[in-house]
């Protein structure tokens, strides 16, 4: 009996580390609940104006909080100045992730309205990305260094969404089956796969301050809501997901990257600036809560090695 109930604890103690990460914890977590610009690289490759905050209050430009706490993110935007097509990219310094690994972010896509159409200069890109090095500049206008995805503010494009890598610097072409939307037009935010969102409104809090914001998304944009958006790694296949929605698929093996670090960045799509007076604080893209966690093959594998070294103590 003895013997029995000392397997049954074991095995206990492998679904329990199993169904637990946490008990391994995070590789990686950032909430920007602290001022943690010294623990960030920012990129600017200084092609256009940029502007990044590490530590700033949503709250401003009236938008709640991402998970019903404190209201402090990540805040990104450029070319609002310049009138030059270009962006850049952010990087927890030094950071270095391998094998299989997810990472989990919320995002907020805002831009100048009315909501829907669209204001002036409001047809920016959000970006996202592993495989960099996390010393380089990644935008659009050099996509190769990493494996980046990307989505516009406004959904004014007919590249809506957007992957790139070393095998397409310029981004996977209309059509292709990186994507998981199918047929031709899948990168744009009309196609009937991404009707799933879209119908948001901003918030009351930011149509106080900015009348100017009514409205809302048209069938397809992803603004104006807090997005659950995961990267995930497994077995030299990346994964891009909003909302659980599949949006593309790079296999790692056909691509070079630069390093294994992460990567988010704000770019324009081309080379005019917003006329619009609250360019700067409307069209931005804010990040909250990133968590890069193994994926649960590795923590089987974790999970096992306890057991086994709980059996060697017996």
């Not at 909501?115 to 592993?130: A, D, F, R």
């Not at 900015?210 to 990346?238: H, L, S, Y």
């Amino acid at each position: 009996m003895g013997k029995v109930s000392k397997s049954r604890s074991l095995l206990a103690v492998g679904v329990m580390a199993l169904s637990a990460p946490a008990a391994f914890g995070a590789l990686y977590e950032e909430n920007f609940n602290v001022d943690h610009t010294a623990n960030w690289t920012v990129n600017d490759p200084g092609v256009t104006d940029i502007g990044v905050d590490f530590f700033y209050d949503y709250s401003a430009i009236g938008v709640p909080s991402a998970s019903g706490g404190d209201t402090l993110g990540l805040k990104m935007t450029a070319n609002n100045v310049d009138g030059v097509f270009g962006g850049f990219s952010v990087s927890p310094t030094g950071e270095s992730f391998t094998g299989n690994y997810t990472v989990s972010f919320q995002m907020w896509q805002n831009y100048v309205g009315p909501v829907g159409p669209g204001g002036s200069g409001t047809t920016q890109l959000s970006t996202m990305g592993i495989g960099s090095s996390g010393t380089v500049g990644v935008w659009p206008g050099n996509g190769g260094e990493a494996v980046m995805f990307g989505a516009t503010l406004d959904g004014g494009s007919s590249v809506d969404y957007r992957a790139y890598s070393s095998a397409a610097t310029t981004g996977y072409g209309d059509g292709s089956t990186v994507f998981a939307a199918a047929g031709t037009g899948n990168r744009n935010g009309s196609h009937p796969y991404y009707a799933g969102f879209g119908g948001d409104s901003a918030p009351g809090d930011q149509v106080t301050l900015f009348p100017g914001q009514t409205g809302t998304t048209d069938a397809g944009e992803i603004a104006f809501a807090w997005r659950d958006v995961v990267i995930d790694v497994n077995n030299d296949i990346a994964t891009w997901t909003i909302d659980g929605l599949l949006i593309a698929t790079v296999d790692l093996t056909t691509v070079t990257l630069g390093g294994s670090n992460i990567l988010f960045g704000h770019s324009d799509t081309n080379g005019s600036s917003s006329s619009d007076a609250n360019d700067s604080l409307l069209n931005v893209t804010l990040i909250d809560n990133i968590v890069v966690t193994p994926e649960p093959a590795s923590l089987a594998l974790l999970a096992l090695g306890g057991v086994a070294m709980l059996r060697r103590r017996r």
